[in-house]
T-cell receptor, first 109, second 117 residues
């Protein structure tokens, strides 16, 4: 099956800093999502981005499907950004989402 | 926006007993729901795809007799962990697929922490 690796595994930032999270996947996919899991376990959809670039406030994401990677940018980080960020590529219609290894982010005041 | 609710959020049960976790789509109908398992500080692992009115499709290595999935209505899927053992202790998360002609969206429940003692 598809292999999904995320880097870095852990990241500590000062509030206000910017960061880039990377997701590499081993096979072509029809679907890719980024999620944020908050400290209580709730998963929040951030982006549906099988290709191209999208922006939502301080967050943006880019997927280069031909090179099998996706990037999540966080600008002007806030303490509420802390948690684990997962990318999850998958098949058509959100079937068989395979979650990556995750990046654990801690933003300190 | 659409909401998916899981119940219970926390459950402690004794070894050998069974425990049921419910996953409800509150304001949309979900033909398809998914069940994931997450160990501490690890990623989510897809256990099975739950299809309304038919049998669930289990991922390789997941015991279907151990983890019973029932999707009896378009808004409810249940996961029953039978004859639970301490190694079944984990965070279980469901998700539900909202389908549109223009494309689908997936929503996750809040998760259920299971501790088997």
């Amino acid at each position: 099956g598809i292999q999904v690796e995320q880097s870095p595994p852990d990241l500590i930032l000062q509030e206000g800093a910017n960061s880039t999270l990377r997701c590499n996947f081993s096979d072509s996919v029809n679907n890719l999502q980024w999620f944020h899991q908050n400290p209580w376990g709730q998963l929040i959809n951030l982006f549906y981005i099988p290709s191209g670039t999208k922006q939502n406030g301080r967050l943006s994401a880019t997927t280069v499907a031909t090179e099998r990677y996706s990037l999540l940018y966080i600008s002007s980080s806030q303490t509420t950004d802390s948690g684990v960020y997962f990318c999850a590529p998958g098949g058509t219609g959100f079937q068989k989402l395979v979650f990556g290894t995750g990046t654990r982010l801690l933003v300190s005041p | 926006g659409a909401v998916v609710s899981q119940h219970p959020s926390w459950v402690i049960c004794k070894s050998g007993t069974s425990v049921k976790i419910e996953c409800r789509s509150l304001d949309f109908q979900a033909t398809t729901m998914f069940w994931y398992r997450q160990f501490p500080k690890q990623s989510l692992m897809l256990m099975a795809t739950s299809n309304e009115g038919s049998k669930a499709t289990y991922e390789q290595g997941v015991e279907k007799d151990k983890f019973l999935i029932n999707h009896a209505s378009l808004t409810l899927s249940t996961l029953t962990v039978t004859s639970a053992h301490p190694e079944d202790s984990s965070f279980y998360i469901c998700s539900a697929l909202e389908e549109f002609v223009s494309g689908n969206t997936i929503y996750f429940g809040e998760g259920s922490w299971l501790t088997v003692v």
